[in-house]
């Protein structure tokens, strides 16, 4: 399978970005994908996470209340709304899919990532 990750960009302080993680090769409806970000000089981090069907999700506090994941099994594609971004969002940000559908918050237990898109929040 293949992960593209996209939506990225630059966007003010408050304002809002929406990413997009298009899964090619096979179906990704049955596993978790989750969504991490990495800044400059520091390591990858969890941002949020979605279950099969969506059932469950999971999300750092940094973004609790912010951002919002979703999915769309019928064309392949998991979301991450992300508003009231802050200069500190700023990271390249990673879709990551899980084949047991484990809704982890752990990098080293997810099989397939994307190539990365990068946000740029100004202040």
């Known amino acids: 399978v293949q992960l593209q990750a996209s939506g990225g960009g630059l966007v003010q302080t408050g304002g809002s970005l929406r990413l997009s993680c298009a899964a090619s090769?096979?179906?990704?409806?049955?596993?978790?994908v989750g969504w991490f970000r990495q800044a400059p000089g520091k390591e990858r981090e969890f941002v949020a996470v979605i279950s099969s069907w969506g059932h469950t999700t999971y999300y750092a506090d940094s973004v609790k209340g912010r951002f919002t994941i979703s999915r769309a099994n019928a064309v392949n594609t998991v979301f991450l709304q992300m508003n009231s971004l802050k200069p500190e969002d700023t990271a390249l940000y990673y879709c990551a899919a899980n084949r047991n559908n484990l809704a982890s918050k752990f990098t080293h237990e997810y099989n397939d990532w994307g190539q990365g898109t990068l946000v740029t929040v100004s202040s």
């Open positions: 090769g096979r179906t990704i409806s049955s596993w978790a």
